[in-house]
């Protein structure tokens, strides 16, 4: 048996440095140093020099600089901070959310399964798009307020497979011995439900990201999201279009760092996914 554990355990191991899986990660770990690494570089992405304007890329700004001289590789770093923020929060917050619905309803069954599945497909049908724009509109664009507004529109899906699954284990025989043994409910959803839920919620997490990224992209490309003197790949991507013609590196970098990065995590998800399937643990 310990053998069997050992083959296991080298096959996930090997399963790990795949590069369908490596290369995504090793990207987004890059990309997050990178960001984190800003505030350490020798640009300023507030500094402003108007007598110098929208410059190209050069020796002094690698990447150039936009309308108000700003350094624009200081200012994607910036941005992409501010962008990846939103992600993680907005998803922790989705995954907080939708994880207790979903035990919830799937633990519970009956008529109250039924009653809050039936608020999960009304949900759904609403343009939650317009909603986080409608709260950014009404509240203020506050940061905070962003990641709060984005996270719980970005939930239904997590609680809808969650529940799904949930049903699914609640039917297991493991499940009946606790329940026959006379372990509380609280007992068995720590110590045997969200453990076998942990591997799913965490493929569908890493799959929100980039979904939560593209919603606060979105509103900040309207003009609804973070703030001045912050900034966002999505506002970055915004003023880029308004100057294109005349300084097309201003959306060219942005846009070029948001997709490679939507693609990663996109990437990464799939690979988790196929990670922690049973069906791959064979080497």
């Not at 990178?34 to 410059?55: E, S």
């Not at 200012?75 to 962008?83: A, I």
């Not at 609680?159 to 039917?171: D, G, I, W, Y």
Request: proline letters at 6%; a neutral charge.
């Amino acid at each position: 048996m310990s053998g069997t554990g050992a083959d296991r355990d080298a096959g996930f191991a090997r399963r790990l440095t795949r590069p369908a899986f490596a290369l995504p990660a090793a990207f987004l770990l890059l990309v997050a140093l990178a960001c984190a690494a800003g505030p350490l570089l020798p640009f300023d992405p507030v500094a402003q020099d108007r007598a110098l304007g929208p410059a190209g890329p050069s020796a002094a700004h690698w990447l150039g600089t936009d309308v108000l001289g700003r350094d624009l590789l200081a200012r994607l770093l910036q941005g992409g901070r501010v962008s990846l923020q939103v992600g993680l929060v907005a998803t922790l917050v989705s995954v907080l959310i939708g994880v207790s619905y979903g035990v919830g309803a799937g633990w519970a069954g009956g008529r109250a399964d039924a009653v809050m599945t039936s608020a999960l497909d009304a949900l759904n049908a609403l343009p939650f798009t317009l909603l986080v724009i409608l709260l950014t509109v009404v509240f203020g664009q506050d940061l905070l307020l962003i990641y709060a507004a984005v996270g719980a529109v970005s939930w239904l899906t997590m609680a809808r497979v969650v529940r799904n699954e949930t049903r699914s284990l609640r039917a297991r025989p493991f499940i009946e011995a606790a329940v026959a043994l006379g372990q509380t409910t609280p007992r068995i959803l720590l110590r045997h439900v969200l453990p076998n839920l942990a591997g799913l919620v965490a493929v569908y997490a890493t799959l929100t990201v980039p979904s939560v990224m593209l919603t606060e992209a979105f509103v900040s490309f309207l003009g609804l999201g973070v703030r001045p003197p912050l900034t966002s790949w999505g506002l970055l991507i915004k003023e880029g279009a308004d100057a294109m013609e005349e300084c097309p590196w201003l959306l060219v970098f942005p846009g070029a760092a948001f997709s490679a990065t939507l693609l990663a995590l996109n990437f990464l998800g799939d690979a988790l996914r196929d990670l922690l399937d049973p069906r791959a643990a064979k080497p």
